[in-house]
């Protein structure tokens, strides 16, 4: 439920110097990144973490001249999800900040709270907004760096969250700030109350069923009898794993430097590396796709099967939605997909596109003259969009034979996993065209006929 308290004279002038200290360290942390005009979107739950948040960012938001609004996330786990979004919106609407909600349905797995923050993951990066600001603080850092190490995590998984995560990637995504990373829980909780805010309250905060709750309520205040400045001391370490995990990555870099390309590694990279490196350069290859890391065991085994088996296997290497792949010496990351139905077929009635998610791409039609499929020969007949069944030929040269569309893959270097997913254009039963090969010579426009060139695009 809503929580607020109101705060005695003699209270808010004690701690009015503490309010304006947080807020003068949150916009020195904002104007080392920050540009006028850029758009900020605050992560808003309703707890006092993100309230707070919200209320300091308004009030430098004129002075740094950048556009604040707020996203509420419901994750629709709760009874009281609804009223919480209520609260929010109605927050944002007395403050005159854009507000929007946005519904996820969580994926029931091993880990709610893991699939929960997928979900919210997922929504910030949709947003159209140059940073999602996040209400992370030094008490998130030392309960992740915890519970990391109790499941046994890498370098990297036990780095510190930093202040600025950039987007990666070729899509325009906004980049996450966590600017109040070096302000405690205790300092927060002060900063609400001298302000008069009010916040909900989140019953599962209090569930110990939950890893970080159980921490959170359990371990650390025994933790802090002993060592009352663990925060700090933790909050350093986990600093200085993020700058080890940093040179790893670029050892990794170097030790890929003339072997990536197009995503894929080439396995001589990999030659006189000791063990060590070699994980680590594999790594290096999975996160530049954002796959999930595979544990210790996983990572061996995918580089045995790639060092060691015959040259001309087909390895495959399953890593949890995702595959590596080996294919003429290199390795690829292919993102898993679900089985095509036994007979594929998808209708083509003059669109300039068509997506195809169930093979992975959108295919371009444009219009062309004298070029790519006649026109006129499609008529009378359907055209549709297939994939190979076995047994088709194709010419697409005319000064040389009709050939199986097998051969013609092999020769063209497509990878064996490409080759049942690849679109094939049909007119009735007649293969016209296929992505990566080329128009059938019976079908190919000529002159200044109108014609269509099929394009096929994978997508990332």
Known sequence: MASSRKSSRSELTEGGSRAEGLVARVAAQLK????????????????????????????????????????????????HATRWSAFCRDLCRRRGIPYKSVRVKIRRGDSLEAAARDARYAVFARQRCDFVVLAHHRDDQVETLLLQLLRGAGVKGLAAMPLLRKAEGRRQKPSLLRPLLDVTREEILDYARKRTLEWIEDESNQD?????????????PLIARRFPAYRVTLARAA????????????????????????????????????????????RYLLASHRVPMPNAERIDEALRQALCAKRDAQVRIELGG??????????????????????????????SAIVLPELGGVLAMPRAWGAGISLARLRGRPVTIGV????ERLQPDCRRPRRSLKNLLQECRVPPWQR????????????VWAAGIGVDCRYQATGAEPGVQPAWSAIS
């Open 239 to 282: 600093g200085h794993l993020a700058e080890a995990a940093q040179v790893l990555d670029e050892l990794a870099a170097a030790d890929a430097a003339g072997h990536l390309e197009g995503g894929t590694l080439s396995m001589a990279a990999f030659q006189h590396l000791p063990p060590a490196r070699a994980r680590n350069l594999l």
């Open 420 to 431: 049942g997913r690849l679109p094939l254009l049909l007119c009735g039963d007649e293969l």
């Open 32 to 79: 080392e990144v920050v540009q006028p005009s850029d758009r900020l979107v605050t992560g808003l739950s309703g707890g006092v973490d993100s309230v707070v948040l919200l209320d300091v960012l308004q009030q430098i938001a004129r002075t740094l001249r950048f556009r604040l609004s707020a996203l509420h996330i419901n994750h629709q786990l709760s009874t």
């Open 322 to 351: 995702c595959d590596l792949r080996r294919f003429e010496n290199r390795l690829h990351v292919v993102a898993a997909m679900k089985d095509l139905p036994a007979r594929y077929a998808r209708r083509w009635r003059g669109q």
């Open 388 to 391: 190979r069944r076995g047994g």
């Open 208 to 220: 110990i069923y939950f890893h970080r709750n159980f921490i959170r309520h359990e371990v650390l």
